[in-house]
């Protein structure tokens, strides 16, 4: 369970607030994934980084700001999220994002999970 | 766009039964992975079993096991030998076109 980190584990803020979700991986891999899981729902992919470029943003709203210095690391930047916002955020990392067969599997993070008050 | 359907959104287990949790699913790809995930409560998920798409065979993982019906589009989970840390929820997941998709996942709990 620790190949996959995130920190910090639980965050409580106000609308009207800046912080950032780390997470950060030890598996050697060059893609990382951002998720949001909320209650009832399925896991909704946020954002894609391979080899440290972005490949795939899905609609998500400009308030999450996503950063990826090198293929261990993963942030995602907050400010000005709404109650809705609410959720654990789940990062995940694979070997390659790019769909080659066998790099496929990812390894997830414990999640962090936000309160957005 | 690939779908993933988990129909049942609880079930419950003797301890030592045998449970079996089902999953379909609905891609245009040919080549894509078919993946299980558990989610302890307040724990990481973890991958459980997976299998490819063009493998005839059923992917097992000790009492992991799969029913892979490639023309049915059907991914049901088996758990053979329940035990008390096998409750939690299990997620069905589909992997095609460089893009992992997700169930609405189901609960299972375990009775001692």
């Known amino acids: 369970e620790t190949g996959v980190t995130q920190t910090p584990r639980h965050l409580v803020m106000g609308m009207t607030n800046k912080k950032s979700l780390k997470c950060e991986q030890h598996l050697g891999h060059n893609a990382m994934y951002w998720y949001k899981q909320s209650a009832k729902k399925p896991l909704e992919l946020m954002f894609v980084y391979n080899f440290k470029e972005q490949t795939e943003n899905n609609s998500v709203p400009s308030r999450f700001s996503p950063e990826c210095p090198n293929s261990s690391h993963l942030f995602l930047h907050l400010h000005t999220l709404q109650p809705e916002d609410s959720a654990l955020y789940l990062c995940?990392?694979?070997?390659?994002?790019?769909?080659?067969?066998?790099?496929?599997?990812?390894?997830f993070g414990p999640g962090t999970r936000l309160t957005v008050l | 766009a690939q779908t993933v359907t988990q129909s049942q959104p609880e079930m419950s287990v003797q301890e030592a039964e045998t449970v079996t949790l089902s999953c379909t699913y609905d891609t245009s790809e040919s080549d894509y992975y078919l993946f299980w995930y558990k989610q302890p409560p307040s724990r990481q998920m973890i991958l459980v079993i997976r299998?490819?798409?063009?493998?005839?065979q059923n992917a097992t993982e000790n009492r992991f096991s799969v029913n892979f019906q490639k023309a049915a589009k059907s991914f049901s989970l088996k758990i053979s030998d329940s035990q008390l840390g096998d409750a939690a929820m299990y997620f069905c997941a589909c992997r095609a076109n460089s893009k992992l998709t997700f169930g609405k996942g189901i609960t299972l709990s375990v009775r001692p």
């Open positions: 995940a990392s694979s070997q390659d994002a790019s769909g080659v067969r066998g790099t496929d599997t990812q390894y």
């Open positions: 299998q490819e798409a063009y493998k005839q």
